[in-house]
DNA sequence: ATTACCCTGACGCTGCGTCAGCGTCA
DNA sequence: TTGACGCTGACGCAGCGTCAGGGTAA
């Protein structure tokens, strides 16, 4: 230390903190400066600011106030210790913010190339983001990739019963004869191109050839899901409705 | 887009947000899902999550909640420039924590050796961990860097005066008769302490020199502020309080 | 006397967390 | 029928921001 205790706006001025936030920490009972002048004027000796250091490693690491306040009443959390788990969390934060840098440059990329961006591909930045946000300790990133394991699988599994369900909803609509311009049918519609969009990737042209496929094998895929239809029919119905879709929308 | 609208606890789990979250951003109208199912379960198709994906970059880039609002209602902020923002943005964060790395490497480095540390240097580094976590725009930093700049000028301006200033109080404390030992005289002392510190960096070399100094000197450094006292009393009195703060306490 | 700080309440706000009570879907 | 999931209120809470009204220091 080479200096004199400060006033509660110099200790603002030189770390950034408000004064609220410094009569906040010294109202909780978290930084009370050691000294005061007659008049009540807060100073701040270097002691205190070594403990301020502390405060805001640990506020960074993701501790409440409360936690921090147990945490240096405690005997355990040294200085030296407060600034290596500081470190550790950064060099994470940085890997983190890294992989998130290069996840938004490649969806830049394919903005800039005008080409379709898959929401799975939104999801999976935006759950970076939010890592960067929150920190999760390696447990609790675990459990989340598992999480995502078991959802991808369970996905798989229910897809072709999707496809059934949509199908016959979709028939239901155009046997009450209902227009294929209404809300309802629209609504079902976006889910038909959402779910052939999760089978082709967003891809365009692999969506084209599974369109062929549909044509020609129509009959093959009703039968396999134990639903009987007119697939013409259906399928200008479902045409009609994309059309409405892409169209006055 | 490749897929099938998702429910909320879908979005939640794929994301990280939590469902009470996205209720929320439903509530004030930040992100509607532009389905719902007849019962009412919130359905969101990929355009929805692309725009969760511009209010989570937005969020990150220091926004509030109604601020994101307005970018994505208003025609500016498209997909494309909130992309380039946000790696903007995250090419800083990296390098102030860089910076903070660094500086927090070179604290522990000097515990590991059982050095002092400076209050100045906690100062320094909450400072940038305070950057870390407020996001300064470029103006804001160069303000901040002037303010600092102009502390450091008024401090140095300020010092032969606080030197005056703290003789005179020790002074009419002693010829108040107050003991050495009490609070008062405690407090005071600690700032004649850090006022030393703060010329000598924290080095006790430098301190010691300067001890010797004061000593021969005394009466010339009393003469330059204008004040007049016994140097030989005074200092016996300080260094009983001093004693008295690094014994019992 | 002015100006720039400092003090102590006290109320307000954002961004959700957390029940409670009740439908729903597989 | 029984979980697992969803819905809508409604209240709660952390961490300050922001006055208001008044002392203080150079």
Redesign the pocket.
């Known amino acids: 230390m080479r200096f004199q205790a400060l006033?509660?706006?110099?200790?603002?001025a030189r770390t950034g903190?408000?004064?609220?936030?410094?009569?906040?920490?010294?109202?909780?009972g978290l930084l009370r400066?050691s000294l005061?002048?007659?008049?009540?004027?807060?100073l701040y000796t270097a002691d205190d600011i070594a403990r301020l250091h502390r405060v805001v490693s640990l506020?960074q690491l993701g501790?409440?106030?409360?936690?921090?306040r147990d945490c240096l009443d405690g005997a355990d959390f040294t200085p030296m210790r407060v600034v290596r788990l500081h470190i550790a969390r950064l060099r994470e934060q940085i890997a983190l913010q890294e992989q998130l840098c290069r996840a938004l440059e490649a969806l830049a990329e394919r903005f800039h190339a005008a080409e379709e961006v898959s929401a799975d591909e939104f999801l999976r930045t935006i759950e970076v983001m939010i890592m960067v946000e929150n920190y999760y300790t390696p447990e609790q990133l675990e459990t989340l990739k598992q999480r995502r394991e078991q959802i991808g699988e369970a996905r798989m599994a229910q897809v072709p019963h999707d496809w059934a369900?949509l199908i016959a909803e979709v028939r239901a609509e155009k046997e009450k004869g209902t227009p294929a311009t209404d809300p309802k049918v629209l609504a079902l519609v976006q889910r038909w191109q959402a779910l052939i969009n999760e089978f082709t990737g967003g891809d365009p042209g692999i969506a084209a050839s599974l369109g062929r496929l549909w044509k020609e094998r129509g009959d093959q895929l009703t039968a396999q899901h134990g639903q009987q239809f007119d697939s013409r029919d259906l399928q200008d119905y479902i045409q009609q409705a994309m059309a409405t879709l892409k169209g006055p929308g």
Do not use: C, M, N, W
């Not at 006033?7 to 603002?12: D, F, H, I, L, P």
């Not at 903190?17 to 909780?28: A, Q, S």
């Not at 501790?63 to 921090?68: G, I, Q």
């Open positions: 006033k509660v706006g110099e200790v603002a903190l408000t004064i609220r936030t410094l009569h906040h920490y010294d109202e909780i400066p005061r002048t007659e008049s009540g004027h807060r506020r501790f409440s106030l409360e936690e921090v369900q």
